[in-house]
């Protein structure tokens, strides 16, 4: 079993950034790769970033490509999610999840443990 917490989320500018952690309990991480998601209401469960259990390898869709990096500190057991240049259409809750697995995937039902999310509003 493995406890995902995340914290970092908040009310930002457009054009500001925001650092998101996702710190794990149970298991190491070093195992699993991690991706994070985000959900606007009525809208479907979007991957915005992913990242191998080795870091090596990391993805990023195009909305997001430029402005979000994703890190993994296996030492702290714990995932990052940097933001810049938010727009207004970042705005959901953000979630971190991981997945018993070296590779990451885009689909959401891959992963299998999943953290509470945590609120990113990007307003004037």
């Known amino acids: 079993q493995v406890l995902l917490v995340e914290s970092g989320g908040g009310l930002v500018q457009p054009g500001g950034s925001l650092r998101l952690s996702c710190a794990a309990s149970g298991r190491t991480l070093s195992s699993f790769a991690m991706g994070w998601f985000r959900q606007d209401p009525g809208k479907e469960r979007e991957l915005v970033a992913a990242?191998?259990?080795?870091?090596?390898?990391?993805y990023y869709p195009d909305s997001v490509k430029g402005r979000f990096t994703v890190s993994k500190d296996n030492a702290k057991n714990t995932v990052y999610l940097q933001m810049n240049s938010l727009k207004l259409e970042d705005t959901a809750v953000y979630y971190c999840a991981a997945r018993p697995s070296p590779i990451p995937t885009m689909t959401f039902t891959d992963y299998v443990y999943w953290g509470q999310g945590t609120q990113v509003t990007v307003s004037s």
């Open positions: 990242i191998s259990a080795s870091r090596s390898n990391t």
